[in-house]
């Protein structure tokens, strides 16, 4: 079952298992500085790009491992923004990696990790589906409510 996807990455139990997602949205307000001292009055000049930080633990024995997080990372070099798409159908726009991070513990003999700490950042570059468009678009939607069977 899909939680999510990023572009063609599929965020399920066999990948990357979403524990946690965060979004963040900010508002700028700078001040004007006046004659005459007082407090210098506010305005609102636009909202800030949305940020979103995803977090997982991989269970490599369970879950998806090494393979999973390479394969977000070579998505991230491309520096190309990838649409993302929730597991309840919601197309949230389009998104660039900003950063990915993972820690290794309870280590084997071989050295493999039985447990993978991950997080990555991500970064709103647009509110539309950049790379999909019309008819393209509704059947990835699609594609992900059949699989979560909405």
């Known amino acids: 079952m899909a939680m999510a996807c990023l572009g063609f990455f599929v965020f399920m139990t066999n990948t990357v298992p979403l524990q946690q997602l965060e979004r963040n949205n900010a508002w700028r307000h700078p001040h004007q500085n006046t004659i005459g001292g007082g407090q210098p009055p506010a305005q609102y000049v636009g ?21 999973s997080i390479e394969l977000l990372r070579q998505m991230a070099a491309t520096g190309e923004p990838h649409t993302l798409i929730l597991g309840d159908g919601r197309v949230l726009g389009s998104y660039v990696i900003l950063t990915i ?50």
Not at 47 to 67: C, H, V, W
């Open 101 to 150: 991070k993972d820690g290794q513990s309870q280590l084997m003999h071989d050295g493999k990790a039985r447990a993978i700490s991950f997080s990555m950042e991500l970064k709103k570059v647009g509110d539309s589906a950049v790379g999909l468009s019309g008819q393209a678009l509704g059947m990835a939607a699609g594609a992900v409510r059949a699989l979560i069977g909405i």
């Open 47 to 67: 909202q800030e790009p949305e940020t979103i930080s995803i977090s997982a633990e991989l269970r490599p024995e369970i879950t998806g491992g090494d393979n």
